[in-house]
Nanobody, 125 residues
Framework: QVQLVESGGGLVQPGGSLRLSCLAS????????IGWVRQAPGKEREGVSC????????YYPDAVKGRFFISRDNAKNTVYLQMNSLKPEDTAVYYC??????????????????WGKGTLVTVSS
């Protein structure tokens, strides 16, 4: 059974940093494109980063570019999202998602085959 488990969320002040982790079981992570998608209360899902399987190409939308950094440790079957210079508008539940196909993760906010249950990030003073 495939499971993706996010951790690392919490309350942080504006300007602070958090590192989210996504631990996979039941699949070999290095065969998959992995992405992070967030959803704020009352808003639609928004993709915030993704990383390819074979060449680890990364993608970030303008809203987080230069502040968020995705990485993977295949030996630990874990993907990380380092979030710096956090803003109140980054407050959301953050989900990790996995799929064989890049476009299902990086081109869609709902197309991936596997999803975690999310971790809440709250940016507030």
């Amino acid at each position: 059974q495939v499971q993706l488990v996010e951790s690392g969320g919490g309350l942080v002040q504006p300007g602070g940093s958090l590192r989210l982790s996504c631990l996979a079981s039941g699949l070999t992570l290095d065969n998959y494109t992995i992405g992070w998608v967030r959803q704020a209360p009352g808003k639609e899902r928004e993709g915030v980063s993704c990383i390819g399987s074979t060449d680890s190409v990364t993608y970030y939308p303008d809203a987080v570019k230069g502040r968020f950094f995705i990485s993977r440790d295949n030996a630990k079957n874990t993907v990380y999202l380092q979030m710096n210079s956090l803003k109140p508008e980054d407050t959301a539940v953050y989900y990790c998602a996995a799929d064989y196909l890049w476009e299902r993760v990086c081109g869609s906010t709902s197309g991936a085959s596997y999803w975690g249950k999310g971790t809440l990030v709250t940016v507030s003073s």
